[in-house]
C-alpha cells in the first residue's frame, strides 16, 4: 500500500510561482515514478508531469513545459512541483500519483489551486 498527501495549493495571482509537495509513504522502496494531474472544473483530469524516482527522467505536458518543474527527494519521500509564471487557465485540483512497478497506481486527495487575473 502507499499513501500521498499533497500540500502547498493556494489562491496566487497570475504570473505567481507556487511549490506543490507529495509525501509519499507505505512501500516506498517498490516506487517507480510519479505523476501530477490535475483537475480543473467541468473537465477531465489531465496529466501534468512525471518523474522517475529512481533516474529522474521527466515528463511534461506541452501546456506546462517551460513553466513547471517536477522533482523528487528520495531520501524524504517527496514529489514536488515547482510552478512559475501561473496562468489563469492553471486553476484545478492538483493531484499526486505514485506507481509501483506492478499493480494500480495510487492517487492523493489533491491540492486545489486557485490563479487569479
Known amino acids: 500500500q502507499i499513501q500521498l498527501v499533497e500540500s502547498g495549493g493556494g489562491l496566487v495571482q497570475a504570473g505567481d510561482s507556487l511549490r506543490l509537495s507529495c509525501a509519499v509513504s507505505?512501500?516506498?522502496?517498490?516506487?517507480?515514478?510519479s505523476d501530477w494531474y490535475r483537475q480543473a472544473p467541468g473537465k477531465e483530469r489531465e496529466f501534468v508531469a512525471r518523474?522517475?524516482?529512481?533516474?529522474?527522467?521527466?515528463v511534461y505536458a506541452s501546456s506546462v513545459q517551460g513553466r513547471f518543474t517536477i522533482s523528487r527527494d528520495n531520501a524524504k519521500n517527496t514529489v514536488y512541483l515547482q510552478m512559475s509564471r501561473l496562468e489563469p487557465e492553471d486553476t484545478a485540483v492538483y493531484y499526486c500519483?505514485?506507481?509501483?512497478?506492478?499493480?494500480?497506481?495510487?492517487w492523493g486527495q489533491g491540492t486545489q489551486v486557485t490563479v487569479s487575473s
Open positions: 507505505g512501500r516506498t522502496e517498490s516506487l517507480y515514478f
Open positions: 500519483k505514485a506507481d509501483l512497478r506492478s499493480g494500480p497506481g495510487y
Open positions: 518523474i522517475f524516482w529512481e533516474a529522474g527522467n521527466t
